[in-house]
């Protein structure tokens, strides 16, 4: 009798460790946790402990909203099963050593508005698919080894402010639709095997901020329209192939295109900063 109620309360401290979230959230985090090499974590999770407690997890209504584990020794590919967090909001995996190509089942996260894969080893091409999350306002991935061109999905994602591809392998040229990401604040191809004249539909861009396209094949002159990006306080263009060379711009008074041309200049570029 005593050897029941001993196994009875084991298995309601067990249910109730995993009971302030579903059993499909639960399942997602510990495939998350055996695909990345979870025990050697710099801060790992005690699989046996409530949920709540694992480091880097957001939960709101039972749900899993967020998961923050950058700079955490992930090491591995993403499982299929992070699909399954259908609540997550923000998925910020940045800095760790993940590798692979990025699981399609990402286009399941309907909800996530921040996807933040940057400086890690992906593979492959960006997924079309992610163009289904339609609430995403930040998309960093920097700093892997993307190639194959931007795909054009990406133009339907209207909400974006922060669109940061630098630093990977992608080529083919900047997509006209770019004029439909109204909303963008920074946008980075630097450091990549992109080609083309640099379309003037980025000059529809209003609100943007940062401009890096630096150390591409671009060819061409940069449109006169750049002029009327007012907000513009960064804009790295330089090598490249432009017919012109230019001054890397960084201020808020940036000065007019026609002061920065510049005969055999040369420009420093900085890293690209988080």
Not at 102 to 109: F, G
Not at 136 to 154: C, V
Not at 229 to 232: A, D, G, N
């Given at each position: 009798m005593k050897t029941?109620?001993?196994?009875?309360?084991?298995?309601?401290?067990?249910?109730?460790?995993?009971?302030?979230?579903?059993s499909t959230d639960k399942d997602a985090l510990i495939a998350i946790y055996n695909a990345t090499n979870g025990a050697e974590w710099n801060s790992s999770w005690d699989l046996n402990a409530s949920i709540d407690t694992w480091y880097g997890v957001k939960i709101e209504n039972?749900?899993?909203?967020?998961?923050?584990?950058?700079?955490?020794?992930?090491?591995?590919?993403?499982?299929?099963?992070?699909?399954?967090?259908?609540?997550?909001?923000?998925l910020n995996l940045g800095f760790n050593k993940l590798k692979g190509t990025?699981?399609?089942?990402?286009?399941?996260?309907k909800e996530l508005t921040a996807l933040e894969l940057f400086m890690n080893g992906f593979e492959g091409e960006i997924p079309s698919a992610l163009g289904e999350l339609k609430k995403?306002?930040?998309?960093?991935?920097?700093?892997?080894?993307?190639?194959?061109?931007?795909?054009?999905?990406?133009m339907s994602l209207t909400n974006l402010?922060?669109?940061?591809?630098?630093?990977?392998?992608?080529?083919?040229?900047i997509p006209t639709e770019i004029?439909?990401?109204?909303?963008?604040?920074?946008?980075?191809?630097?450091?990549?095997?992109?080609?083309?004249?640099?379309?003037?539909?980025?000059?529809?861009?209003?609100?943007?901020?940062?401009l890096l396209l630096s150390t591409n094949q671009f060819t061409g002159d940069l449109p006169q329209e750049f002029m009327n990006?007012?907000?513009?306080n960064t804009m790295m263009v330089s090598d490249n192939n432009l017919n012109q060379e230019y001054l890397t711009v960084s201020g808020k008074n940036p000065p007019t295109l026609m002061q920065l041309e510049i005969q055999n200049a040369t420009a420093t570029m900085d890293i690209e900063k988080e």
């Open positions: 029941l109620k001993l196994i009875a309360i084991c298995f309601l401290v067990t249910a109730y460790s995993f009971a302030n979230v579903s039972e749900n899993v909203v967020e998961i923050n584990l950058q700079f955490n020794n992930l090491d591995g590919n993403l499982p299929q099963e992070i699909g399954n967090l259908t609540s997550l909001k923000v990025l699981p399609t089942t990402l286009s399941n996260l995403l306002n930040t998309l960093k991935l920097y700093s892997n080894k993307f190639t194959g061109e931007i795909p054009s999905s990406l402010r922060e669109l940061l591809l630098g630093s990977n392998f992608l080529s083919g040229q004029y439909a990401l109204s909303k963008l604040q920074k946008l980075s191809l630097m450091d990549n095997k992109m080609d083309g004249e640099i379309p003037v539909e980025i000059a529809q861009l209003k609100d943007l901020e940062e990006l007012t907000k513009l």
